[in-house]
């Protein structure tokens, strides 16, 4: 866990974050959380399974990055090899956090302060010099507001697929050219032959929740896994 403070401009003034991407970025992970309203973009480049939250058991997307801990075949010499950088990799090294007590809970932008990103003399600015927020910081800010209401629309999304038993577990059993094999356990994926019985009333309701569209584009995104091979093969080519 990072050590996130909420962004302040007296206490943070000085601060500056690195761009770009790679390991020692903090970009070495083998998936990232996404979100529905972010699936037209994911499904472009990665695959889309469901994982459960260990802390909370708690279902969410996945965009697919590798087949174990630590390794994001996507990280390039150059940076992020991909047309899409999934929105929780673009938002480091910063968060929302629910500010106030009770009914006054609302958003504010918060920095992990122990992030790899984040610096003294190297990177973009956060603040000018007259302590206004510099155009890097408004665009982190917009992104964030953004990915803020896509994961608020996501936990509706993935509720409404567990009231219709549209998660099935998913093992996968993978074999690269090097001969070498690995099993990927722990995710899940949509339960095709459920979401084809389902009638007219319950596609509807999914169609105007704005949730039918991402079921579908979860399911064609599983043809990304083989671009996700093709880069562990090349790895170790």
């Known amino acids: 866990m990072g050590q996130y403070e909420i962004l302040n401009k007296e206490k943070h003034r000085h601060l500056r974050i690195k761009t770009g991407y ?16 972010e699936f037209r973009d994911i499904q472009s480049c990665y695959p889309i399974l469901f994982t459960k939250d260990p802390n909370t058991g708690g279902f969410f997307a996945a965009a697919v990055l590798g087949f174990e801990a630590d390794q994001n075949l996507f990280l390039q010499d150059d940076g992020w090899d991909a047309s899409y950088v999934p929105a929780m990799a673009q938002r480091q090294p910063f968060l929302i956090a629910t500010g106030g007590e009770g009914d006054d809970r609302t958003p504010v932008v918060s920095l992990d302060v122990d992030h790899p990103r984040v610096s003294q003399d190297e990177g973009e600015a956060l603040f000018d010099s007259q302590g206004g927020t510099t ?25 409404a697929l567990l009231e219709h038993e549209l998660l099935e577990q998913i093992t996968l059993d993978i074999a690269f050219d090097d001969g070498s094999k690995q099993t990927l356990q722990g995710f899940y994926c ?48």
């Open 135 to 159: 155009e890097f910081l408004e665009r982190k800010i917009a992104l964030l507001d953004k990915l803020h209401n896509g994961l608020q629309h996501g936990k509706g999304f993935v509720d």
């Open 22 to 37: 790679g390991p020692t970025l903090g970009d070495a992970v083998m998936y990232m959380m996404t979100y529905p309203m």
């Open 190 to 237: 949509i339960a095709e032959e459920r979401l084809y019985q389902l009638q007219g009333d319950v596609l509807e309701s999914l169609n105007k929740a704005g949730y039918l569209q991402p079921v579908f584009m979860a399911v064609a995104s599983l043809s990304r896994m083989r671009n996700v091979i093709e880069r562990r093969n090349r790895v170790q080519a």
